[in-house]
């Protein structure tokens, strides 16, 4: 099964840009999925194929993938910007949705 | 922008089942896939499953010998159980509306969870 990794923590000032990685093997070849998680509130999608945002998303929040990792930025970031970050992909080999671990973003 | 909402009893005792109802709000059912997620303490997300609109399951192959979904469409409903629980069960469950790209006007490749409810805890505990 496929396995993605990310870093537990990152921390970043209020209005500098975040960066999230998430590693997997050749992970260029998948389209990554991005999720804020809040405690008590829904998660929201951020970023879906690597890149797009849905409506309603901030343009602050971008993603890029390449060779094997992919990455969320969050640029000009805001205290409402803290919170877990989770990366997904679907593993064809076996029709599953993978996530990885989870990255948590305090915002100093 | 559609709704999610999930039901059922915050505490379950080991080794019964744990029952989870979602309802759909401000949206169709029809031709969508409907997930079930959880977020253990100290864990990240795991993926339980999905069922598309026509009842057609597919399960996490670590949970699939306990674990079955079913869809009502006329009630706006889609369920989950969870049979033989322990504590390593004890999560938030977070019910979510697969997204995707389209193929024609009612068909889609679901990749991605485009809409999710708040989540509900279940603890499981004698």
């Not at chain 1, 500098?16 to 998948?30: L, M, P, W, Y």
């Not at chain 2, 379950?12 to 303490?41: D, F």
């Not at chain 2, 499953?49 to 670590?62: A, D, M, Q």
Request: net charge neutral; charged share 15%; proline share 5%.
């Amino acid at each position: 099964s496929y396995v993605l990794t990310q870093p537990a923590s990152e921390s970043v000032a209020p209005g500098q840009t975040a960066r999230i990685t998430c590693g997997g093997d050749n992970i260029r070849s998948k389209s990554v999925h991005w999720y804020q998680v809040k405690p008590g509130q829904a998660p929201v999608l951020v970023v879906y194929d690597d890149g797009d945002r849905p409506s309603g998303i901030p343009e602050r929040f971008s993603g890029s993938n390449s060779g094997n990792t992919a990455t969320l930025i969050i640029s000009r970031v805001e205290g409402g910007d803290e919170a877990d970050y989770y990366c997904q992909v679907w593993d064809g080999s076996n029709d599953h949705y993978v996530f990885g671990p989870g990255t948590q973003l305090t915002v100093l | 922008q559609v709704h999610l909402q999930e039901s059922g009893p915050g505490l379950v005792k080991p080794s019964e089942t744990l029952s989870l109802t979602c309802t759909v709000s401000r949206g169709s059912m029809r031709n969508y896939y409907w997930s079930w997620i959880r977020l253990a303490p100290g864990k990240g997300l795991e993926w339980i499953g999905y069922v598309y609109h026509s009842g057609r399951t597919t399960y996490n192959s670590s949970l699939r010998s306990r674990v079955s979904i079913s869809v009502d469409t006329p009630k706006y409903q889609f369920s989950l159980r969870l049979n033989s629980v322990t504590a390593a069960d004890t999560a938030v469950y977070y019910c979510a509306r697969l997204g995707g790209h389209y193929y024609d006007s009612a068909t889609y490749d679901p990749k991605w969870f485009d809409s999710w409810g708040q989540g509900t805890l279940v603890t499981v505990s004698s």
